[in-house]
């Protein structure tokens, strides 16, 4: 027992040694408090992200029926998910257990003043209206902080994971991603067509909401196209990507040239889906 306890320690700390994980431990013991209001900064974190490093090594791996049947593996799970599909524009996805953790980060972000209590409420009964829908994803931002390159996380409610496999990677890998990527760089349209905290006041809200949505819409639609998973959940999106669609077209006053000028060139890009869509639920 002893010695099998003594190759594990060893062989525990070299592998930690040579990925260069350690001296981020190191470091979070010597500098880092243990609890900040920060939750980023933290030892906590830094103390994560070497019990993360030390489960990828030796805890076996979970699969999506284990994560859907039991609660607590749910995390543990997104962690693992994320490893295999990752992307530099997420900080991390967070499992919305109790829809509790959303809650506490845009609290977080009233309490630094980053969101105003205004727009927390607005945002909770947002988050409350959509509960039960296929939009309960979150990869916010505060208005202003659009395109600065901070990666945001994803939160992940509960009922995702009612969701068949393929479903939940097409509306988090396909979908959720692309939000964050707009969170970290900005909306890029097309080259001169592109949205960042810089310009974003020349938009109204629920123009670049739409706009969002329909650029994080088309990539989903195109992967279900190349991943052949027309399924139910997809026709669902497709119902909602089709009133984003005709909200967009209704717009007659614009704010700016460059909001019209966005509205515009997404209309087009959003009726190519569309027909590529239409086309395959032909074939
Ligand atoms: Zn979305």
């Not at 099998?4 to 013991?29: C, G, M, N, T």
């Not at 609660?71 to 992307?87: A, T």
Request: proline letters at 3%; one cysteine or more.
């Amino acid at each position: 027992m002893l010695n099998r306890s003594k190759i594990f320690w060893e062989s525990f700390y070299f592998k930690a040694i040579i990925s260069k994980k350690l001296p981020i431990l190191i470091r979070a013991l010597l500098n880092i408090p243990l609890f900040s209001s920060d939750y980023d900064a933290c030892l906590i974190k830094e103390l994560k992200v070497f019990i993360d490093y030390f489960a990828f090594l030796y805890m076996k791996e979970i699969t999506y029926n284990e994560a859907q049947e039991k609660e607590s593996l749910r995390q543990d799970y997104l962690n693992q998910f994320f490893k295999k599909y990752p992307e530099k524009s997420v900080l991390r996805i967070v499992y919305n257990k109790n829809e509790g953790n959303f809650k506490k980060h845009l609290n977080a972000l009233k309490i630094k003043g980053k969101i105003t209590e205004k727009d927390y409420n607005k945002l909770i009964k947002s988050f409350k209206k959509h509960e039960g829908t296929d939009m309960n994803l979150f990869a916010f931002c505060p208005r202003g902080e659009v395109g600065k390159g901070i990666s945001p996380k994803i939160f992940v409610n509960p009922v995702c994971f009612k969701l068949d496999f393929m479903d939940f990677v097409s509306i988090l890998v396909d979908h959720e991603y692309i939000h964050a990527k707009h969170v970290k760089e900005g909306i890029k349209l097309k080259e001169g067509l592109e949205i960042s905290y810089l310009n974003q006041n020349f938009f109204t809200p629920e123009v670049l909401l739409l706009l969002d949505e329909s650029v994080a819409y088309i990539n989903t639609i195109e992967k279900a196209i190349e991943r052949d998973n027309l399924s139910p959940q997809i026709k669902e999106l497709i119902k909602a990507f089709r009133k984003i669609q005709e909200e967009l077209q209704s717009i007659n006053k614009f704010n700016s040239v460059i909001e019209e000028a966005s509205v515009k060139f997404q209309i087009k890009n959003n009726l190519r889906a569309l027909q590529k869509y239409s086309e395959a639920e032909k074939r």
